[in-house]
């Protein structure tokens, strides 16, 4: 693979990011492993595109229930390096490896037209896992009705693209349908508000193969599923599955 490849690459997947620039109004919800909300902050996740187009800015605005607010600054994120990778409206960054003693975290989200899903993990230190779960509408805040869990449907037909961490898109591939607990029936599935579902180890022991799929029923006939996939060397690869019905 030469570096004219993986340039190319690199610039698609800054293109992919710069879909994502605007105010993103939110609600964070923090979930225990039995699904119950232990709590919740509203946040603006503001991505803006500098004037030469050479930079975004990322900046998160949180408000939380006693009224106390928070802003914090990240990056810039200069054309075209980034730590996220972005594929068709979805989008997925975190830990690269399990590493004793340290946390380990993944993010993997999706975007439909000016709504966006996200579902956060994070393994910490002393053994707990934190699931957070991100509802977000561009512009302002908007309430949606509930959907039913993916299980609950059927006749599902999907395609999936794979990205590699140097940005390498597959073609687009022929997909069967799996619901989301026969991933690994080992592990821990969650189907939580606002149709975002998760399937990920409890716990994570380093050089190891294992999984973590996030998916979104956007509505009764369209499903995300993203899966970042490791090995014992850490992780390999990024896929989009989408399903129609």
């Known amino acids: 693979m030469n570096s004219d490849t993986i340039t190319n690459a690199q610039l698609q997947n800054w293109e992919s990011f710069c879909s994502h620039i605007g105010d993103w109004h939110g609600t964070w919800r ?29 900046q998160n605005y949180s408000t939380y229930a006693d009224g106390t607010n928070k802003l914090e600054t990240y990056g ?15 989008f997925s960054w975190g830990s690269q490896e399990v590493k004793l003693g340290s946390v380990f975290f993944f993010e993997t ?36 009705p509930p959907i039913p869990p993916a299980n609950q449907f059927s006749g599902w037909q999907g395609i999936e693209i794979k990205m590699t961490p140097d940005c390498i898109v597959s073609s687009p591939a022929p997909r069967s349908w799996v619901q989301l607990e ?7 599935t969650l189907h939580l508000k606002d149709g975002v579902s998760i399937s990920i180890p409890q716990d994570l022991k380093s050089e190891t193969k294992f999984f973590l799929a996030v998916e979104w029923l956007v509505n009764p006939n ?13 992780f ?5 599955e989408k399903f129609k019905r």
């Open 30 to 58: 923090v979930y225990n492993l039995e699904g119950e909300l232990i709590r919740s902050h509203e946040c603006v996740r503001s991505f803006h595109l500098s004037s030469d187009s050479s930079e975004i800015n990322h």
């Open 76 to 90: 810039p994120h200069k054309k075209p390096h980034l730590r996220s990778l972005h594929v068709n409206d979805s």
């Open 109 to 144: 989200g999706f975007k439909h037209q000016d709504r966006r899903r996200s579902a956060v993990a994070r393994y910490n230190e002393n053994g707990t896992l934190d699931i957070l779960i991100i509802s977000e509408h561009l512009g302002s805040k908007v309430n949606e």
């Open 182 to 188: 026969d991933l690994n029936q080992n592990y821990l």
């Open 222 to 234: 369209l499903l995300f599923r993203g899966i970042r996939h490791f090995d014992v060397s850490g």
């Open 236 to 240: 390999t690869s990024f896929t989009l």
